[in-house]
């Protein structure tokens, strides 16, 4: 995939992200790039859903037909239907601008020569095509119920997309980024092989899961991806290390793949989806460790001053029902003073 950075679309408006390429392609044409990439962006910029939606509803009632054609084709069959819906004010029928239409041609390689047309009487198969993508704001948790009653609870900055209807004829896919725990509906009896449509696979930067039925909690954070499994099996595929891990539950992996390293281990699972009941429950944690997941999950900057405090460990559970009991919690244990300035928080020995 080309290389593009967010700020190159943040100053797009609805047609923008119409009439471009990349984005174009990411809702004809998904991949697990293309949605990680889509997914950080409206993240990081959640003032842009409103205008991605209706770009994306637009794309994603589109008729395609395949064939092979020249600009000049293009522009005088766009022309043509034109002059029809202007003699024919009555008609419920909204064609794509020239612009867009010409940009579809530059990029047939990709689009396979399509020609973009869009009415009020969308075909039914279209809906098979539909992505759902939820995301959660800095301190939301949300549950997320799948077609086939898979069920999700969405960490906060997180976000998850899958396909909106699921035909039972393929695998079922979903797109990861972020945190999140995963109970998936178990289709197969055990008694015959198992059929595509059983198959439940879940993409990741850098990895892909393959499971049955059974839970699992996944956080990808600080280039750091750690899969934790908590009933049944899966097996974890690594991109970049090209290696495969079955996991039993109670395993845990964590995979750098800037380093490309990879770490199984024993853990108790239930510590690391503890966040679901606004719980957090680290494996001996430090400091350090608390406030980069307090970062993560509630978008402020700390800051901790004193290098000696550091790597002081914390034992036992800390609320995160919010972002200031859990630094109460952690100003009482480590006689600590904290002070919030904007969106930093300074930590300091008192």
Same mark, same amino acid.
């Given at each position: 995939?080309?290389?593009?950075?967010?700020?190159?679309?943040?100053?797009?408006?609805?047609?923008?992200?119409?009439?471009?390429?990349?984005?174009?392609?990411?809702?004809? %044409?998904?991949?697990?790039?293309?949605?990680?990439?889509?997914?950080? #962006?409206?993240?990081? %910029?959640?003032?842009?859903?409103?205008?991605?939606?209706?770009?994306?509803?637009?794309?994603?009632? +589109?008729?395609?037909?395949?064939?092979?054609?020249?600009?000049?084709?293009? %522009?005088? %069959?766009?022309?043509?239907?034109?002059?029809?819906?202007?003699?024919?004010?009555?008609?419920?029928? =909204?064609?794509?601008?020239?612009?867009?239409?010409?940009?579809?041609?530059?990029? !047939? !390689?990709?689009?396979?020569? +399509?020609?973009?047309?869009?009415?009020?009487?969308?075909?039914?198969?279209?809906?098979?095509?539909?992505?759902?993508?939820?995301?959660?704001?800095?301190?939301?948790?949300?549950?997320?119920?799948?077609?086939?009653?898979?069920?999700?609870?969405? &960490?906060?900055?997180?976000?998850?997309?899958?396909?909106? &209807?699921?035909?039972?004829?393929?695998? =079922?896919?979903?797109?990861?980024? @972020?945190?999140? #725990?995963?109970?998936?509906?178990?289709?197969?009896? @055990?008694? @015959?092989?198992?059929?595509?449509?059983?198959? #439940?696979?879940?993409?990741?930067?850098?990895?892909?899961?393959?499971?049955?039925?059974?839970?699992?909690?996944?956080?990808?954070?600080?280039?750091?991806?750690?899969?934790?499994?908590?009933?049944?099996?899966?097996?974890?595929?690594?991109?970049?290390?090209?290696?495969?891990?079955?996991?039993?539950?109670?395993?845990?992996?964590?995979?750098?793949?800037?380093?490309?390293?990879?770490?199984?281990?024993?853990?108790?699972?239930?510590?690391?989806?503890?966040?679901?009941?606004?719980?957090? *429950?680290?494996?001996?944690?430090?400091?350090?460790?608390?406030?980069?997941? *307090?970062?993560?999950?509630?978008?402020?900057?700390?800051?901790?001053?004193?290098?000696?405090?550091?790597?002081?460990?914390?034992?036992?559970?800390?609320?995160?029902?919010?972002?200031?009991?859990?630094?109460?919690?952690?100003?009482?244990?480590?006689?600590?003073?904290?002070?919030?300035?904007?969106?930093?928080?300074?930590?300091?020995?008192?």
């Amino acid at each position: 995939m080309p290389q593009f950075s967010e700020n190159q679309f943040l100053n797009f408006n609805e047609q923008d992200f119409i009439n471009d390429p990349f984005f174009q392609d990411w809702i004809i %044409h998904p991949t697990p790039e293309t949605d990680l990439f889509w997914m950080n #962006f409206l993240k990081t %910029h959640p003032e842009k859903s409103q205008t991605i939606g209706a770009a994306r509803y637009f794309l994603q009632n +589109v008729h395609f037909e395949d064939e092979q054609l020249d600009d000049s084709y293009v %522009h005088q %069959h766009y022309l043509e239907h034109l002059r029809q819906v202007q003699s024919d004010k009555k008609r419920a029928v =909204r064609w794509l601008n020239a612009k867009v239409i010409q940009r579809s041609v530059a990029v !047939a !390689a990709i689009l396979a020569g +399509v020609i973009l047309v869009i009415s009020i009487l969308f075909p039914a198969n279209r809906a098979s095509l539909e992505k759902v993508m939820v995301a959660t704001k800095f301190g939301e948790i949300k549950k997320v119920s799948l077609p086939d009653g898979t069920d999700i609870v969405l &960490n906060a900055h997180s976000s998850v997309s899958f396909s909106k &209807n699921w035909d039972g004829k393929k695998p =079922r896919e979903i797109w990861l980024n @972020g945190e999140a #725990f995963i109970n998936v509906a178990h289709l197969n009896d @055990g008694k @015959g092989d198992i059929k595509p449509f059983e198959r #439940f696979l879940v993409y990741g930067e850098g990895f892909t899961i393959e499971v049955l039925g059974t839970s699992f909690d996944i956080r990808q954070r600080r280039g750091k991806t750690e899969v934790v499994l908590q009933t049944g099996k899966i097996k974890l595929t690594l991109k970049d290390s090209d290696s495969t891990i079955f996991m039993l539950p109670g395993d845990i992996v964590s995979y750098v793949p800037a380093e490309e390293k990879v770490v199984k281990s024993k853990t108790i699972p239930e510590n690391y989806s503890g966040w679901k009941e606004k719980k957090l *429950l680290l494996n001996n944690p430090t400091l350090e460790e608390i406030a980069h997941y *307090l970062e993560d999950n509630y978008g402020k900057k700390i800051i901790i001053e004193d290098q000696k405090i550091r790597k002081k460990k914390i034992e036992g559970l800390i609320p995160l029902d919010n972002l200031n009991d859990a630094l109460f919690i952690v100003s009482t244990v480590l006689n600590t003073n904290i002070e919030q300035k904007n969106s930093e928080i300074l930590i300091r020995s008192k």
